[in-house]
DNA sequence: CTGAAAGCGCTTACAG
DNA sequence: CTGAAAGCGCTTACAG
């Protein structure tokens, strides 16, 4: 009397059925394990592959002593996020483990998009620019592995990886203070994930140069739509900085957008820099200056260590924080001061 | 001697426990199914939040008799995918369907997304432009209910859901020549999904209008990059159209820059139109005239779609394809035609 | 390699 | 409501 699950999918069974040999060799066969000779793994498969055979993800979850699933959370709409997206796929190509994604949106919370990665049986979670309060974060990384990118946290419990702000902002001063500039507007994001990092980044930065006094922070954002309200507010000052580093590429994107139709002249009146080097950053005619991070490097961090974690013959304990050099890549936003 | 796939996390029997009820019972009410007092129902969901218990979805899943889960396949890189994820979850809010994520990208293609999302046991696919040749899309409708969506699909077997092109060329072309303006091109991308009905669209709301010598069908594509060039071989002709209309914002957006830069006076020398409607044309100063598709609409449409064809009384033969309708969204880049 | 077995954490009927 | 039971499709050890 019992149920009728029956989707008509085949399952272990009828491959090894089919292929005269035993369930259990099937599943060896599938999990890559030891104890099948190359001919039969060859054939075995050839039979699942004609049956249409789909190994069943919840049965193997549900049944293996170790999880290694690992959960991404990211945010629709951060274009960044897809980038890194990619990254982790490309990371994990050829790796046993799977990537379960959970997206934050409007409708859906990072807590209920985390709570759904552990239903779903994650050995560890990568979270991409997670929001949450730091208490949280290090509750969570408690109960599950947690590697936290774009993200500092202050925890022995917690991994995290982010680009070196320091470094960027060090690169981007440098190159402006090489083209003559010294009146410098940095545009903050001081809510978003590591957005008081950056800021604290760039005053170091602008103080080792001796610049403190040239040197102006003013509100920015982590979107197009607050650079757009920076730059109009930078142009209704009395006098134009000389150079703008936006938080990242989206805020400068909205910069250069309202500076260009405002005619001035980038990078001749004013330089711009972002920060992410996103691909919309390389794109003619925008051809934006921008401190890269690198989106691979990021992702196949964050993979890695997810996958240590899980291991019980991981680094119980080692560095928690890892911070990955940037580079600065120069295109057209940025040119000598006037006069 | 089994495992010891003790993660720690508490399970139903220990919420059962812990509450002094039956196992069935905490199952019942996680299921929300009858057979429990109001009364009981909160104390076990007070005991679960206690203990911290999230169900297990791997094994809910594999035991249940239907599977209610929704495999949605999305592309990353694709700013109108990341919007109908958000209405996919908006539109799943308090439903007991889950949504479970596989995307698209550089690493992954579109064949190893779907398989992953079978492997977990969903119900039903909603593939968000899918690009599969149609004979495989066919193919897959008689495996699992399928859902494309911004493609159609001449098959009995697969549902779709696309916006009306038809209709949303009527209305750009419509308002384009109310504004005086005959000499329109239109940026094709016929390789893309839905590109040849859109360049269908275009020609036949051109003829309807009387504007067939006037109207030039040109390369444009679905990204930025090929608006860009699409703009420069624009501005490269004798003479520049008076309108022109984009396969999509994203491509518009390309267009846009280029015409900005190059000092044409959009609207005043040339008004622009785009599809999508996306978050981006509506961003100052951008103030795209665009052709609204809305996802949110197309979402709530795929979803509704998926639970019906996943449950066993849902309708099993209807109209497969949809077609919803569209509006004009008029804002800064579309004027009277110059002269 | 085979084969029989246990069991992951649930859902699902069923008798009380 | 309880309680005992079967079983989803796998993984995992174990004796042969």
Same mark, same amino acid.
């Given at each position: 009397?019992?149920?009728?699950?029956? /989707?008509g999918?085949?399952?272990?069974?009828?491959?090894?059925?089919?292929?005269?040999?035993?369930?259990?060799?099937?599943?060896?066969?599938?999990? &890559?394990?030891?104890?099948?000779?190359?001919?039969?793994?060859?054939?075995?498969?050839?039979?699942?592959?004609r049956?249409?055979?789909?190994?069943?993800?919840?049965?193997?979850?549900?049944?293996?002593?170790?999880?290694t699933n690992?959960?991404v959370?990211?945010q629709?709409?951060q274009?960044?996020? /897809?980038?890194?997206?990619?990254?982790?796929?490309? @990371?994990?190509?050829? %790796?046993?483990?799977r990537?379960?994604?959970s997206?934050?949106s409007?409708?859906?919370?990072?807590?209920?998009?985390?709570?759904?990665?552990?239903?779903?049986?994650?050995?560890?979670?990568?979270?991409?620019?997670?929001?949450?309060?730091?208490e949280?974060?290090?509750e969570?990384?408690?109960?599950?592995?947690?590697?936290?990118?774009?993200r500092?946290?202050?925890?022995? &419990?917690?991994?995290?990886?982010?680009?070196?702000?320091?470094?960027?902002? &060090?690169?981007?001063?440098?190159?402006?203070?090489?083209?003559?500039?010294r009146h410098?507007?940095?545009?903050s994001a001081? #809510?978003?994930?590591?957005?008081?990092?950056?800021?604290h980044?760039?005053?170091?930065?602008?103080?080792?140069r001796?610049?403190?006094?040239e040197?102006?922070?003013a509100?920015?954002g %982590?979107?197009?739509?607050? &650079?757009?309200?920076?730059a109009?507010?930078?142009?209704?000052?009395?006098?134009?900085?000389?150079?703008?580093?936006?938080?990242?590429?989206?805020?400068?994107?909205?910069?250069?957008?309202?500076?260009?139709?405002?005619?001035?002249?980038?990078?001749?009146?004013?330089?711009?820099?972002?920060?992410?080097?996103?691909?919309? @950053?390389?794109?003619?005619?925008?051809?934006?200056?921008?401190?890269?991070?690198?989106?691979?490097?990021?992702?196949r961090?964050?993979?890695?260590?997810a996958?240590?974690? %899980?291991?019980?013959?991981?680094?119980?304990?080692?560095?928690?924080?890892?911070?990955?050099? #940037?580079?600065l890549?120069?295109?057209?936003?940025?040119?000598?001061?006037?006069?």
């Open positions: 009397m019992p149920h009728a699950a029956d /989707s999918r085949p399952t272990m069974r009828d491959v090894a059925r089919e292929a005269g040999v035993s369930q259990s060799l099937v599943s060896i066969i599938f999990r &890559g394990a030891p104890g099948a000779s190359d001919a039969t793994r060859r054939r075995v498969q050839e039979v699942a592959d049956l249409g055979y789909v190994r069943d993800e919840s049965a193997r979850s549900l049944r293996s002593a170790r999880s690992i959960g959370v990211f629709t709409r274009p960044f996020h /897809s980038e890194m997206l990619d990254g982790l796929y490309t @990371a994990t190509v050829g %790796m046993p483990n990537l379960i994604l997206a934050v409007e409708a859906r919370d990072e807590a209920v998009a985390i709570r759904d990665l552990v239903s779903y049986r994650c050995g560890a979670l990568v979270l991409l620019g997670p929001r949450m309060p730091e949280e974060l290090i969570l990384g408690g109960t599950i592995p947690v590697v936290s990118v774009a500092r946290c202050p925890s022995a &419990g917690v991994d995290w990886v982010v680009s070196d702000d320091a470094q960027g902002m &060090g690169l981007a001063l440098d190159h402006l203070v090489r083209l003559g500039h410098i507007t940095f545009l001081p #809510v978003s994930p590591g957005g008081r990092e950056r800021e980044a760039f005053q170091d930065a602008a103080e080792t001796g610049l403190t006094d040197v102006i922070i509100r920015g %982590m979107t197009e739509a607050e &650079g757009v309200e920076a109009e507010r930078i142009l209704s000052l009395p006098e134009l900085p000389s150079a703008v580093i936006a938080f990242n590429d989206r805020c400068a994107l909205g910069v250069l957008d309202v500076l260009v139709r405002a005619g001035v002249d980038v990078p001749g009146e004013v330089s711009l820099i972002g920060f992410d080097d996103s691909q919309i @950053a390389s794109r003619k005619p925008i051809l934006l200056t921008s401190v890269r991070q690198d989106p691979m490097s990021l992702a961090f964050a993979a890695e260590r996958v240590q974690r %899980m291991s019980p013959e991981g680094p119980a304990s080692e560095p928690r924080g890892t911070i990955l050099p #940037v580079t890549t120069i295109r057209a936003t940025t040119g000598p001061a006037a006069g």
